[in-house]
């Protein structure tokens, strides 16, 4: 933010206007009189414009430019800017996305399960301060996406990159939770948050979700587990990233709400489910107020001073007006 240590030494510039009228347009004014030396060689003093005269008006205005830029060096430009240094540790949190192909329903208002999933997340990244957040997605394999990090662009990069059906067709849930554990195992943070979000039932991959959410609460890890999306029949409508084809069906929801229940439960967390975006958008909010830590936070602020770019300019500005008048114009004074 630029700011002016000396603001009221602005008010000259008010007086700016008022020297040019008494210089050179009022009419009594008398004193000196500027002129070329080609006039004398002319039959009368009419004046004409000529390209030296514009010459002439230019230099002026820039003289009275510099002159200005001058006092706004002598008011002490400087730019404050305010930072912000957190004193403690926020928590570590890991988003587990499931990217299986039954994510590609469009039982969520009018948009996919996946993409009312990625955009609430993209939501709630943005509204968090100091916390690690990295990105977990799995389908039949799990896959460590971003590691927990503070570059909330990147994790938001690398969220808008994934797809459905990226890592194949299943749900391994009991995977997608082992890695983001492993991820936070060695995490000094006070608090370690995972956040699973998934549509169906564990059908692949070989850790048992419940003894992958006992190892979690073992490492001091709580889960909170959304259940997105409605059972029964629906359709699905998704790329195949394999063969570039589109793929449409009707899908039969398989939410098992009993097996993510016990895995928030055994974490210290909760479960939630979500059947439209904007319950969904809730249940964030409310995870957004549980996982609240009170962290100590120091303002600095940084002073930049820029007076001698004001003055530099300025002088600049007004030194070549004098260069052009005298040696290019050829004015007597």
Known sequence: MWRFDFPQILFVLLIVPLLVYLLYYRKTRGGKISFNFSVWNSGHFRSETTPRRILLIITRALFW???????????????????????????????????????????????????????????????????????????????????????????????????????????????????????????????????LITDGDNNAGDIDPDRAAEVASALRIRIYSIGIGSEGETTIQFIDPESGKEVRGVYQGKLNEELLKRIATVTGGRYFHSGTLGILNTIFQEIDSLESTVQEVAVFIERQPRHRMFILLGFSVILLCIFVNKLVIGELL
């Open 65 to 195: 430019i510099g002159f200005s830029i001058l006092v706004l060096a002598m008011a002490a430009p400087v730019i404050v800017e305010k930072q912000r240094k957190y004193l403690s540790r926020g928590l570590d949190l890991m988003l587990v996305l499931d990217v299986s192909p039954s994510m590609s329903a469009r039982d969520v208002g009018t948009i996919t399960r996946f993409d009312a999933a990625r955009e609430v997340v993209r939501d709630f990244i943005s509204g968090r301060e100091n916390d690690a957040i990295g990105l977990v997605i799995f389908g039949a394999e799990a896959s460590l996406r971003v590691p927990p990090t503070l570059d909330y662009a990147f994790v938001e990069q690398a969220l808008d990159s994934v797809g459905v059906m990226d890592l194949g067709d299943g749900t391994a849930i009991g995977l997608g939770i082992a890695v983001a554990a492993v991820h936070l195992k060695d995490s000094s943070a006070e608090e370690k948050v995972i956040i």
